[in-house]
């Protein structure tokens, strides 16, 4: 058998070769898809001593599969956790870590532009069935933390940067906030992915990717994954998961090890893409303002190149027009494509804010004509070419 410590030296051999140990499956070069539901044991004992065992012991689909451990393992070593879940959706990653930490009466501080369905779980399912209070903060200070976080804040909500207007938070100094307060940070690393950004080795105690974007990267999968170092706290994802039942299927688990073998090399490729197209736009003259982390620009761009080791393949911008004039640019777009994801091939482009009421958008720190875009693997003259005729169009 490989040592597997072998390959935690490069994230591109963890890629291709760690956690796929081929003796236990006939030394395949491709891991199989167990679409199997149960295993069977030869004894009573072995039965109930089989969570016990090693991790080549499996039970029942509901709390481990083989393929699926495959991909966890990879995940872990990738963001330097000590273990990875893998869940159904990014929802059930998201949800199963706030029920996780917090309890009833439980204070969250969390960023204002962090993923939508999540805020909406905050502010109305935690509210009202667990009376926890949640405040929100714009997230560009470590001022906002300090003023509003407490003894009894539980948890501290992070997605840096956001999906939104690309905002980042300095992932460290919160941190040490959260840790003089004893409360956990949860944050979102989908958009760096372990590639670019490492939140564990920052001090963060949770990392969530959403595997329908860049990790799974081909538009064809639904799942999310957290990952911990801390013990106590990977027992309680753990046993949260099984209670909830929201393991990822092995199909799905599959294709997640498919699109991590080529997760650099795409990702490298969707920053070259999307730098030369932000720089576009950037000089653009129907063009206000771009929100994209890679450029020098951009007004975090230091705490950018101090957490994170490059930028990714979405953007967004506001143009110098109206609300139906950013409609009718997105509409004339031609090879980006109208859709609500981003991270994986295709390039595509969405309006996040255009039926936001004023005081919402304003809220958010944007505008209601802000136009949200992904840099697929067209090729970056091919986006910059659809772009320019779309402009031509307004």
Partial sequence: MTDQNEYLKDPKLIETHYGEEYEHYYNAIVPP?????????????????SDKSDKHVYCYGRVQNPTVRILEDKIA????GERAFVFSSGMSAATTAVMAVCHTG??????RNVYGPLKTFLTQHCTEHFQMQVTFVKGDRLEEFEEVITDDTDLVVLESPSSLLLTLQDIQGVAAIAGAHRARIYIDNTYCTPIFQNPLDLG???????LSKYIGGHSDIIGGVLVAKDKELLEKLSLMRELYGGILGPMEAWLGIRGIRTLEVR???H????????????????????????????????LMRRQQKGSC??????????VEQAKAFCQALRVFKIGVSWGGFESLVTMPLARASDEE?????????????HCGLEGEENLIMDLEQAFAAL
């Fill in 77 to 80: 070593a990738l963001e330097h």
């Fill in 204 to 210: 963060a105690d949770m990392v969530m990717h959403t």
């Fill in 313 to 322: 393949g979405l953007m967004s911008f506001e143009i110098d027009g109206s």
């Fill in 33 to 49: 898809v167990f679409l199997n539901s149960l295993n069977v044991f030869s004894s009573i004992d072995e039965y109930y001593d």
């Fill in 106 to 111: 439980s204070h969250i501080v969390c960023v």
């Fill in 361 to 373: 958008a304003e809220w958010l720190g944007a505008a209601q004509n802000l136009i949200r875009i």
């Fill in 271 to 302: 920053e070259k893409t999307a730098l030369a197209v932000a720089q576009f736009l950037a000089q653009h003259p129907k063009v206000r303002k771009v929100h994209y982390p890679g450029l020098s620009s951009f007004p975090q761009y230091d």
């Fill in 267 to 269: 990702l490298r490729q």
